[in-house]
């Protein structure tokens, strides 16, 4: 496995793989010096054309955690604005000499493109591209509620909102029915795909009629960055009708979740009092968000999953100096295809 691009390019056995090794890093995260030597020598460069908080401070948190070595292009400050084309920039880094790019574009297929400009000589991530998939969010997301209930199997997911703008609403479709999950969309028309032919889902207009059944609500917010034209008459009313309010959660099973990939617009999509409930695992999403980045950063640039997974990992090295030889006392150890689409850029595999 040279990149992750796609949930439609792993298996459930390669996402259940993926979460046993996010446990071993959940692990490290919970140790006092979370931070071992795994990816030393490692350098992993943040390709972000579009803002990010979340997902690019996770990657960051999560390559630190790891020892390897980061390099941040800012767009803003790069020659991008003095007119250099993609390619080039992606070509101009790689000859700095790097081992990862973890790629952020509003252009479906970038990534794919980058992975076929370099051939294989670096590892992509994507960590979103325009409207079409969003990857290790799914995997984060599909392990919160795997750590929350055990496993997926024969749970109802209703994801309500906008999912014809949302690239998270692709790829956790993709995750959830591969790990054997029943998945509803819920949704005006207008905030639904044209065309939903291929994706393993049901969908529904009326919230309240679904909720009853759900075992995880997972919220997504209106993203008027993206849309061009008015697609729902007011928030106001597309609160009334889809935002998870305190009357709403009362309609839920005692044990359902409630996710939000965030960020957030508290008073829209879900009540301020609703985000914070016991039920509410968002913050746990962002906690986890990181161990799952370690594991796919892990998997990519260190020695591959079969030699991680269970005891090995949480053996490896507190790092508590940047001794290169290992040998210093710091370094002892502490203890333990998008649905209904093909891709976008054919023949390149992950």
Known sequence: MNHLLSI???????????????????????????????LRGKNVVWLFYEDSTRTRLSFEQAAKRLSADTMTFSVGSSSVKKGESLRDTVLT????????IVVRHASAGVPWQIAQWLEDRVSIVNAGDGWHEHPTQALLD????????????????????????????RSDVLAYTALGAEVTLIAPPTLLPSSL????????????T?????????????????????????????????GLTSRRVDALRDDALVMHPGPMNRGVEISAEVADLPRSVIIDQVRN?????????????????????????SELPVVLDPDPSGSGPGNQAQGSNHPGQASPTAGVRA
Do not use: N
Not at 21 to 34: G, W, Y
Not at 93 to 100: F, L, N
């Open 210 to 242: 679904v909720l009853p059944s759900l075992d995880v609500v997972y919220l997504l917010r209106m993203q008027k960055e993206r849309m061009t034209e008015h697609l729902v008459p007011s928030l106001r009313e597309y609160t009334a009708r889809y």
């Open 289 to 313: 968000g990181v161990a799952t980045r370690m594991a796919v950063l892990y998997l990519l640039l260190g020695q591959g999953v079969d030699k991680v997974l269970g005891a090995e990992v």
């Open 93 to 100: 880094i790689e000859a700095m000499g790097v081992d990862g």
């Open 8 to 38: 439609s390019d792993l298996t459930r056995a390669d996402i259940e793989q993926l979460h046993r090794l996010t446990d071993s890093f959940a692990e490290v995260s919970r140790r006092s010096i979370p931070k071992v030597p795994a």
């Open 197 to 208: 032919e291929g994706w393993p889902v049901t969908v529904r207009h009326d919230l309240d």
């Open 142 to 169: 599909s392990y919160t509620i795997r750590d929350e209930r055990g496993a997926l199997d024969g749970m109802h997911i209703g994801i309500v909102g906008d999912v014809k703008h949302s690239r998270v609403a």
